[in-house]
């Protein structure tokens, strides 16, 4: 299993790679054998005795794809993605010139676009704005060298939090044996509204920005 942006590689025998994006509330579930799929459930791989692999979507925005995997490269170029933020080599350098190519965009938006920067979605954008003290309304432009270097740390910190605690299972995220993950309970900004800042203990804000819900403190990011 492989991943890009938020794309799943799954490679398979015969030269074979299922391409799978699950969208906002798809998941894989792993079952035993015979057990009874989840209503919601829109494929299911049968493995016999080893059991069964449900893919639940609800709202229906996920995607599956088979395609040889000689094709990988050109599927991936397809979807324009950009640098992926736990690479060794993505640096404050590479995110600056990033950034560079949408200068009038406001920066939420940016880190929410995948041909600008692979993988981040709105929590995670949130959450890496408010560890680096920049307002998710402010433009590109705006942003000075020292900031997009704590906005590149920030960015990987977030994420890599949310690895170590197995994803923010705010509602519909679970993992394949049916386990929430544990990374909402260390948010800092997504989901905190009319709570006190983490760091300084003004109120949380929400508002709309980039056409998503959005959490930022109005004191300590600038």
């Known amino acids: 299993v492989r991943r890009r942006a938020k794309l799943l590689m799954i490679?398979?025998?015969?030269?074979?790679?299922?391409?799978?994006?699950l969208g906002m509330t798809g998941r894989f579930r792993l079952l035993p054998r015979g057990?009874?799929?989840?209503?919601?459930?829109?494929?299911?791989?049968?493995?016999?005795?080893?059991?069964?692999?449900?893919?639940?979507?609800?709202?229906?925005?996920?995607?599956?794809?088979?395609?040889?995997?000689?094709?990988?490269?050109?599927v991936l170029s397809?979807?324009?993605?950009?640098?992926?933020?736990?690479?060794p080599g993505f640096t404050p350098t590479v995110l600056a010139k990033r950034l560079s190519r949408c200068p009038r965009k406001g920066i939420k938006a940016a880190l929410l676009d995948q041909s600008c920067l692979a993988g981040i979605g709105n929590i995670y954008a949130d959450e890496s704005l408010w560890r680096a003290g920049i307002?998710?309304?402010?433009?590109?432009?705006?942003?000075?060298?020292?900031?997009?270097?704590?906005?590149?740390?920030?960015?990987v910190q977030s994420l890599k939090l949310a690895?170590?605690?197995?994803?923010?299972?705010?509602?519909?995220?679970f993992d394949l044996y049916g386990t929430p993950g544990d990374n909402a309970d260390r948010l800092k900004a997504y989901g905190r509204d009319g709570l006190p800042c983490?760091?300084?203990?003004?109120?949380?804000?929400?508002?709309?920005?980039?056409?998503?819900?959005?959490h930022w403190c109005d004191r300590c990011q600038k």
């Open 198 to 214: 983490s760091r300084c203990h003004w109120p949380m804000r929400k508002d709309r920005v980039a056409g998503r819900g959005t």
């Open 35 to 74: 057990a009874d799929v989840h209503r919601h459930a829109r494929v299911v791989f049968d493995f016999g005795r080893r059991g069964l692999l449900a893919l639940e979507d609800m709202r229906k925005f996920g995607r599956i794809r088979l395609r040889p995997t000689s094709e990988s490269a050109a």
């Open 163 to 173: 690895i170590r605690h197995r994803g923010t299972s705010s509602r519909d995220f």
């Open 78 to 87: 397809g979807h324009g993605y950009g640098p992926e933020p736990l690479d």
């Open 11 to 21: 490679d398979l025998d015969r030269g074979l790679t299922l391409f799978v994006h």
């Open 135 to 155: 307002r998710p309304d402010r433009s590109v432009s705006s942003l000075k060298p020292d900031e997009i270097k704590v906005l590149r740390r920030s960015i």
